[in-house]
C-alpha cells in the first residue's frame, strides 16, 4: 500500500513540473509580442476619477486583467496582497461600466488600484492578446519583466525587489 501511495505521488509531481515548464513555454512565446518600450504614461484616471501619478523612486506593476478571466480571478488576491506594500497599478479591460468594476472589486473584496480600459485602448497600447498580462517596470520606468498568465505571489515580489536595484 504505501508503495502504490509513493508511485501515485511520483507520477503527480512529475507531472506537475512538466506542466510547470509548459506554462512558462507559452507564457514566455506570449510575452514576445508584448510593448517591450519604456513605460510613456506619467499618470492613470482611476476608477473614482481620481489621478494616479507614477512614483518615479519605486518600481511599478501594472497588471492587465479582466473579470471574465478565470486565471485573473484565481490571481487577483496576490495582486491585492502585493498592493499592500507596493506601487501596482491595475487595467480592467473590456469587462463592464464602471459601476460594474466597483460592484465586483466590492463583492471580491479587492481594494487595489484600477484603471477602466472599457474600450481596450491600453491593452492595444501595451499589445495584450491574453490575461492575465502584467508587467513590472523599474524607477526609471525601463521594462525589467512581463508575464502573460498566472504568477505567484512570491514570484512577482522576487521581480519587484529585483526591479529595485
Known sequence: MGEKIKKV????????IIFIIVLNIVSYFKA??????????????LLDN??????????????????????????EKNIENLSKDYEIITIVTQSGSTKEIEEYLKKNNLSFKVVNDEYGDLS?????????????????QDLKFSEVGYTSTFGLKLRLWWSSF
Open 9 to 16: 505521488l511520483k507520477t503527480l509531481i512529475k507531472y506537475t
Open 32 to 45: 514576445l509580442d508584448l510593448n517591450k518600450e519604456k513605460l510613456d504614461i506619467q499618470s492613470f484616471t
Open 50 to 75: 481620481s489621478n494616479y501619478e507614477v512614483n518615479n523612486n519605486k518600481p511599478l506593476l501594472v497588471h492587465f486583467w479582466a473579470t471574465w478571466c478565470p486565471i485573473c480571478k484565481l490571481e
Open 124 to 140: 492595444q497600447k501595451f499589445n495584450i492578446k491574453a490575461f492575465p498580462t502584467t508587467f513590472i517596470y523599474d524607477k526609471n
